[in-house]
């Protein structure tokens, strides 16, 4: 029996979980399971329904190999259970088929080779990181207040202002206006110093 597999990362890309569903009933899935949840994360119940159903002689058919795993070592394991389950692995794209030799091999391969660009992409990230960070830039968002703005959302909580109120006046969440609060708190006083 031909079972398939489909994942996509956010609610926002139905239109690809509907182009991998085409794809496998095409190729002749009888029945095919999905996720719509990150690559990233642990619990994939699409994917462990998948492989609770697949029996010894079934194949796993999924668009894309990077549609399987969420990093080579997890790619790695799954096709690896599957083997040990006498279940073969079989990506659309590529026309891969882990029952066979060469289809293994190249499975193994293109795992190595999408870590490797992970890894790559995230060493670059922490390199371009802190480059900013030696140029005295920092990452993330820019402050919502400005330095100004906080001296003065700090006199008008001080004036009995309260934090719902402030925030409306600064265009701002009420959780801004509460982490400037804290943050003044923790700030220790001159007199004390």
């Not at 010894?56 to 790619?75: A, I």
């Not at 670059?124 to 900013?132: F, N, Q, Y």
Request: glycine share 8%; charged share 25%; proline share 4%.
């Amino acid at each position: 029996m031909r079972v398939g597999y489909a994942r996509v990362s956010t609610r926002e890309q139905a239109a690809s979980l509907d182009t991998q569903r085409e794809a496998l009933t095409e190729a002749g899935c009888e029945r095919i399971f999905e996720d719509v949840i990150s690559g990233a994360r642990s619990k994939r119940p699409g994917l462990d329904a998948a492989r609770q159903f697949v029996r010894p002689g079934d194949v796993l058919t999924v668009t894309r190999l990077d549609r399987l795993g969420r990093s080579l070592s997890d790619t790695i394991f799954t096709v690896r259970e599957l083997a040990e389950a006498d279940v073969h692995l079989y990506t659309l794209d590529m026309q891969l088929d882990s029952g066979t030799p060469a289809g293994a091999f190249t499975i193994n391969i293109l795992s190595v080779l999408a870590e490797q660009e992970l890894q790559t992409i995230r060493a670059r990230t922490r390199e371009g990181l802190a480059h900013a960070r030696k140029q005295g830039r920092a990452g993330g968002r820019p402050p919502a207040l400005s330095p100004e703005a906080v001296d003065a959302v700090l006199a008008a909580l001080a004036a009995g202002m309260s934090m719902a109120d402030v925030a409306r006046v600064h265009g701002v969440s009420r959780w801004t206006i509460s982490r400037v609060k804290h943050a003044a708190d923790d700030t220790p006083s001159e007199d004390n110093s």
